[in-house]
């Protein structure tokens, strides 16, 4: 029966820390994970006191939470990077870009063995211009295999430049500087208070 209550409780936690999770996308990588743990461990040691449930309960509303994590690491404003924008971006071109290269890459096999359902040679095919590079067929009796056909560097740009746009990135670099600043201030302080 503890075996179960523990599970429960677990579960309770667990459930918790990943709703959190996903309300802080925003945040950069390191930090989501560090406030990840830091929910858990605490979670952990107050359901030994009152149980899953209760612990989960008294964290209040996870978005009030969670907006108090983001403005801790961006500050007041709510101009910060959107990493499931980023992320969406990068999804996007990549969903676009193997569509493209399988319907135009079944399109020219359609074309060969529409003549010659049977056929055996060597073909090229000159890909896409500017996103897929060229690619040679190779068929025996009309199945083939091929060589080529990648991406061109064009494509990653056209990712990376879509993500760093889509997720607002630059706003990344003023955080930090941010950041720096503050903590620069806040060891100044520190050397002048020990001072007096």
């Known amino acids: 029966m503890a075996t179960s209550r523990r599970t429960l409780d ?3 936690i667990e459930r918790a820390v ?3 999770d996903a309300r802080l996308q925003d945040l950069p990588r390191r930090s989501r994970i560090a406030r990840r743990r830091e929910l858990r461990d605490n979670l952990r040691a107050a359901a030994e006191d009152v149980g ?3 612990a989960v309960r ?3 509303d996870l978005r009030v939470l969670a907006a108090g994590y983001l403005t801790a ?3 007041e404003l709510s101009r910060r990077p959107s990493w499931a924008a980023a992320a969406l971006a990068l999804l996007l071109v ?4 193997t569509v493209l290269e399988h319907v135009a890459r079944t399109a020219f096999d359609a074309g060969i063995t529409a003549t010659a359902p049977r056929i055996s040679g060597t073909f090229h095919w000159t890909g896409v211009p500017y996103l897929i590079s060229d690619e040679t067929f190779t068929y025996l009796n009309g199945t083939y295999t091929s060589v080529g ?3 061109t560097p064009l494509v990653y740009v056209l990712m990376f430049a879509g993500a760093f746009v889509g997720g607002r990135m630059w706003r990344l670099i003023s955080a930090r500087l941010r950041q720096r600043r503050q903590t620069r201030l806040a060891v100044t302080e520190e050397k002048s208070g020990s001072r007096a």
């Open 58 to 60: 008294q964290l209040g």
């Open 73 to 75: 690491e961006y500050g």
């Open 10 to 12: 677990r579960l309770h």
């Open 18 to 20: 990943w709703t959190m």
């Open 149 to 151: 056909g990648a991406w």
């Open 94 to 97: 990549d969903a676009v870009m």
């Open 52 to 54: 899953g449930r209760q």
